[in-house]
């Protein structure tokens, strides 16, 4: 296997070494600015609490693994493309933001049924104006450190893109269109006469609606699990990440932590295309 290494800054020699010399790596190697790939190591239980100790992200990863290998990445919106809990931002606009992120906070560490979690905060913003939604955009919406590289990198070798999103569709969508994502899913609010009514409109996409869309596309485009990557960072993801391949936690809660692929802690989106050798 190759361990590769990523920091958020210039990564210290020293750490290096002392990484190649746990896993008896035969060289290392500097693969962008902030990334490294260690050669033939071999797996060490103190890899991990080594590299979270001086945040860094790491990731054993075979030699014969290329980006060219995949054929879709499916993203979650909320706090994994974007640095923002959009129905929080939309609470924060009539000064209820608390009450909403501790429900949202709930869903995502899965002590909450995502369903219920979402109609109870999607109740409290019952008659506000829809131009809300546009503020939040506008004004708030922004994406995550290492996005765009991403984005651009999985264009270049033909990689199709997938938001699944327990969010909105007014965010989604327009995400959709300004980055040139493929393919776009997500919840859809009931607005009449310009205002928010406080319900979600058609089946909830939940956990399960995510990895729906995930196999539906997955089979549409006839790849196996293998050539899919996922990535999320709440409870809500999980079902989804388990019909990927490769599964990437980003700054994920401890539930999704534990069962993911990777996770990125510290680096930007632009840790995926790092991961892989081109």
């Known amino acids: 296997m190759n361990l590769i290494i990523q920091g958020i800054q210039g990564i210290d020699p020293a750490h290096l070494n002392h990484l190649a010399g746990l896993t008896t790596a035969s060289r290392i190697e500097q693969t962008s600015a902030h990334s490294y790939r260690l050669y033939d190591a071999k797996p060490h239980d103190a890899v991990a609490a080594y590299c979270y100790e001086h945040q860094l992200d790491y990731g054993f990863v075979r030699p014969s693994q290329h980006l060219s290998d995949f054929g879709l990445v499916v993203m979650d919106m909320d706090s994994t493309l ?31 049924d995502f369903s219920e979690s979402l109609r109870r905060r999607v109740a409290l913003l ?18 995550n450190r290492g996005a765009e590289i991403m984005l651009a990198k999985l264009k270049e070798h033909g990689i199709k893109t997938m938001l699944v999103s327990g969010g909105f569709v007014f965010f989604a969508d327009r995400l959709k269109q300004r980055l040139g994502l493929d393919y776009a899913h ?47 960072d709440g409870a809500n993801d999980l079902k989804m990440m388990a019909q990927a391949g490769v599964s990437i936690a980003y700054h994920a809660k401890p539930v999704v932590l534990a069962q993911a692929s990777y996770a990125f802690n510290f680096v930007g989106l632009d840790g995926l295309v790092n991961l892989f050798d081109d």
């Open 186 to 232: 997500a919840n859809t609010l009931e607005i009449i006469n310009g205002k928010l009514t406080g319900k979600v409109l058609g089946h909830i996409l939940d956990a399960q609606g995510k990895a729906d869309c995930l196999v539906r596309i997955r089979d549409e485009l006839k790849l196996k699990a293998e050539q899919v990557i996922a990535l999320g």
């Open 82 to 112: 974007i640095s923002i809990e959009c129905i929080d931002e939309i609470a924060d606009m009539i000064h209820i933001k608390p009450q909403v992120a501790a429900i949202t906070e709930a869903a995502m560490r899965g002590e909450i």
């Open 126 to 143: 019952t008659g506000l104006e829809e131009s809300a939604l546009q503020r939040v955009y506008d004004e708030r919406l922004q994406l």
